[in-house]
């Protein structure tokens, strides 16, 4: 059988409750196993990113209609999140639509979002399983653009799930890199205008905390399937210093050896990374300690003492003025959160509130 | 106690004893296969990585007499001085290489990844680039090392162009951007290609620096912070000079990563990777274009 009829075959043989479900039941195979514990013994990633691309071409491949190249994707997803469960990789990050996914044909779009509708439904009536497995949903992207429905969905899931700490589950929808790095900017200009931060407290840690990702470490791994060898406006703040991997395979394809192979790549380049990583940590260390310096001598300059010869003054000086800017960075941070749980439980209300309606 | 109760508490006791003991050989046997596996993986990294170099500096050493005779290795005592003649036949080819393809990129990231680095290497690539017809080159690596010695690989970029290309190389005259706020190292007057040399500081800190002059704009109330949108931010970036997103990156070494390199710049990029910079062959520059020529971009559709 060619591995065309062998997906088609599998394709009609997966049970409709299992095709549904966000993460598969079942557990690895005796060799995957050892497998698994063979590739343990070195460093695991923590956070692994993926791009899921293929769906469309899968479907053309198998001559099938392109909805059920996305239904399969799905389904994938939810094999390879146990993959991960069982691998110990505690957080998934996936790129699920982009906002320039809305180019596509109208058909097209609506199929991927009724297909976001019943996923996001059925994610509520799996809450329990959700909750013996902990898993906490975050769905990041500027939620606006979608239908209002899918919002009120999203926030519920989000909202249920929201304090479960065993395993992540990062879903972008609506999202780009760009829009993220963007948004953040703007939630900085937003803190200046409400008085809360100075533009002099702007740095690469406030932007971290500021990106739809601030609760999650950065990606160690990001892999992409279908043999494209782009990041599509996908975390490039993020990914920076995360091993990439490219795979040529198809994602509705992607078997628990793909999975293994890119583990092994990260592996290979670990040390290697984790030393740029440091260098990149130290020198920002030292670019916010010399922005501190400057701006508390800017400061001692205009209480009008003259020029600051002094080194014991100018030392208090910066540990005062660093106290304080990481006080102002800590209240921002908080009504930033605060602001970010409004959003999700308005959406919320409004949800009960049309439900019982 | 009772003894069933006693003879019962030891077995299970045993059998917890084997339990843990069966555990703790299992998990070093895992530990030694993983060893193994990752020494067999690093020997073929190192091994291909040789291979490369190696294999590249016997063709060249083989090929340089025979058929161009313009590679000026540093471990041959002879200069090989090629003549007009020969120059021009390789421009000529390099250029013609570049317009059979179906499309070439506007601007390509050279990104070094690599603990060597060779200067002259660097400089053919950059020359290559420039012969083939590509506008915009960035040479970037993630210690701000040659953003450090930019004259010296300025230099070395006009030595080779001069080798390469010969009587014509004013032609293919290039202008070097250090800094976004430098005025260019060379004003020349007809300029075919800039060359662009890039660190970390070009990358996120770029961002930020961006940041902080919007929040200085709605500080001083010039601006609201809901003005801002990706267009806008997009042309903070792009700064003055307003050089294109690269299109493709030639990423050298091991490293699978871009390692800093222009986060907000890199969205669309084709990313193709060689296992070292080190004596690489124009055959190997012009098969990375080939592949970039023969990618897809759908662009979200």
Redesign the interface.
Do not use: M
């Given at each position: 059988m060619s591995s065309t009829e062998q997906s088609k075959t599998k394709l009609n043989q997966t049970p409709t409750t299992q095709r549904m479900s966000w993460i598969h039941k079942g557990e690895l195979t005796l060799i995957e196993r050892l497998s698994a514990?063979?590739?343990?013994?070195?460093p695991m990633p923590k956070h692994v990113a993926f791009i899921m691309d293929g769906n469309r071409r899968y479907a053309r491949k198998l001559h099938v209609e392109r909805q059920q190249g996305h239904t399969q994707g799905f389904d994938k997803l939810a094999e390879t999140l146990r993959w991960c469960l069982n691998l110990e990789i505690r957080e998934v990050t996936v790129y699920a639509f982009?906002?320039?996914?809305?180019?596509?044909a109208k058909d097209e779009v609506d199929g991927l979002m009724e297909l976001a509708r019943q996923k996001f439904s059925r994610l509520l009536d799996e809450q329990e399983d959700l909750e013996k497995h902990g898993v906490c949903i975050r769905v990041l992207g500027d939620l606006t653009l979608l239908p209002l429905d899918i919002q009120k969905l999203i926030a519920q899931a989000v909202l249920a799930t929201k304090h479960h700490n065993k395993c992540f589950l990062n879903v972008c929808f609506a999202y780009?890199?760009?829009?993220e790095?963007?948004n953040?900017?703007?939630?900085?200009?937003?803190g200046?205008?409400q008085g809360l931060i100075?533009?002099?407290d702007?740095?690469?840690f406030l932007?971290d905390e500021c990106l739809y990702t601030n609760n999650s470490p950065d990606p160690d791994l990001l892999i992409r399937t279908s043999g494209?060898?782009?990041?599509?406006?996908f975390l490039?703040?993020q990914?920076?210093?995360?091993?990439?991997?490219?795979q040529s395979i198809l994602w509705p394809e992607y078997s628990f050896w793909n999975l293994c192979e890119a583990i092994?790549?990260y592996?290979?380049?670990h040390q290697?990374?984790q030393k740029?990583r440091d260098?990149?940590a130290e020198?920002r260390v030292l670019?916010q300690l010399e922005a501190d310096r400057c701006c508390a001598a800017d400061l001692l300059q205009q209480t009008g003492l003259g020029k600051p010869v002094d080194p014991q003054l100018r030392q208090e000086a910066l540990q005062k003025y660093t106290a304080e800017r990481e006080e102002r960075v800590h209240s921002f941070l908080t009504a930033l959160q605060e602001k970010r749980d409004r959003f999700f439980t308005d959406l919320n209300k409004g949800f009960i509130a049309s439900a019982k309606a | 106690m009772a003894a069933p109760l006693r003879i019962g508490m030891r077995r299970s006791m045993r059998i917890t004893q084997k339990a843990f003991f069966t555990e703790c050989i299992m998990a070093v046997v895992y530990e030694f296969v993983w060893r193994m596996l990752h020494a067999l993986l690093h020997l073929q990294r190192t091994l291909l990585s040789w291979n490369w170099r190696l294999w590249r500096r016997a063709m060249t050493a083989v090929l340089v007499p025979t058929v161009f005779g313009f590679q000026n290795h540093p471990h041959n005592n002879k200069k090989l001085i090629p003549t007009g003649g020969k120059k021009s036949c390789c421009r000529v080819l390099w250029k013609s290489d570049g317009k059979s393809l179906e499309k070439l990129p506007l601007h390509i990231g050279l990104l070094i990844a690599e603990e060597e680095t060779r200067y002259t290497d660097i400089a053919n690539l950059v020359v290559w680039c420039m012969a083939v017809g590509i506008s915009y080159v960035s040479v970037y690596d993630n210690q701000g090392i040659f953003r450090r010695n930019s004259s010296r690989l300025m230099d070395e970029i006009l030595k080779q162009q001069q080798e390469l290309l010969g009587l014509d190389s004013l032609k293919y005259s290039v202008e070097f951007l250090n800094n976004s706020n430098d005025k260019p190292e060379q004003q020349v007057l007809s300029c075919q290609a800039t060359v662009k040399v890039l660190s970390p500081d070009d990358g996120k800190t770029g961002i930020v620096t961006a940041a902080q002059k919007f929040c200085q704009l709605v500080e001083q109330q010039q601006k609201r912070s809901s003005d801002l949108d990706v267009n806008m931010l997009d042309s903070m970036l792009r700064g003055t000079k307003g050089m294109p997103d690269p299109d493709l990156v030639m990423k050298f070494g091991t490293v699978d990563s871009t390692l800093g390199f222009l986060p907000w710049h890199i969205r669309l990029t084709e990313i193709i990777s060689f296992p070292s910079h080190i004596n690489i062959t124009y055959k190997h520059f012009f098969s990375a274009l080939k592949c970039y020529a023969g990618c897809e971009q759908r662009l979200g559709k």
């Open positions: 514990n063979i590739l343990k013994a070195g982009s906002i320039e996914n809305f180019k596509r780009t890199s760009r829009h790095i963007t953040a900017v703007k939630e900085a200009a937003w200046v205008e100075k533009p002099s702007v740095s690469e932007l494209e060898v782009r990041l599509s406006d490039l703040w990914t920076t210093y995360s091993c990439l991997v490219f092994l790549q592996q290979l380049n290697a990374l740029a260098q990149h020198a670019q | -």
